[in-house]
Nanobody, 125 residues
């Protein structure tokens, strides 16, 4: 069992930055990959970024590449999503997720076993 708690969401103007955090508990954090997904109203949940168990490999959706950075601190059981140059189309609820079986990280929702409750990010134009 893994519990995930996101924080750091909020309201920001276009061009601004936010950093999301996700704290994990319940299993050895350094043994599994983590991902960030987002869901806008009326849309399906979509992949944003993923990071391997060691932090050595990262993956991004094309829509956020060059603007967002995923990282992790295994000593703090925390994964981060630094979001820069935010756009109104980045507005969504952001979820972190844990993939206990595939340690390299994945863009596929179905690979993830546990999800956080989500944190709202709103970007105004």
């Amino acid at each position: 069992q893994v519990q995930l708690v996101e924080s750091g969401g909020g309201l920001v103007q276009a061009g601004g930055s936010l950093r999301l955090s996700c704290v994990a508990s319940g299993r050895t954090f350094s043994s599994y990959a983590m991902g960030w997904f987002r869901q806008a109203p009326g849309k399906e949940r979509e992949f944003v970024a993923a990071i391997s168990w060691s932090g050595g490999s990262t993956y991004y959706a094309d829509s956020v590449k060059g603007r967002f950075t995923i990282s992790r601190d295994n000593a703090k059981n925390t994964v981060y999503l630094q979001m820069n140059s935010l756009k109104p189309e980045d507005t969504a609820v952001y979820y972190c997720a844990a993939d206990l079986d595939y340690g390299l990280g994945s863009a596929m929702k179905k690979r993830y076993d546990y999800w956080g409750q989500g944190t709202q990010v709103t970007v105004s134009s």
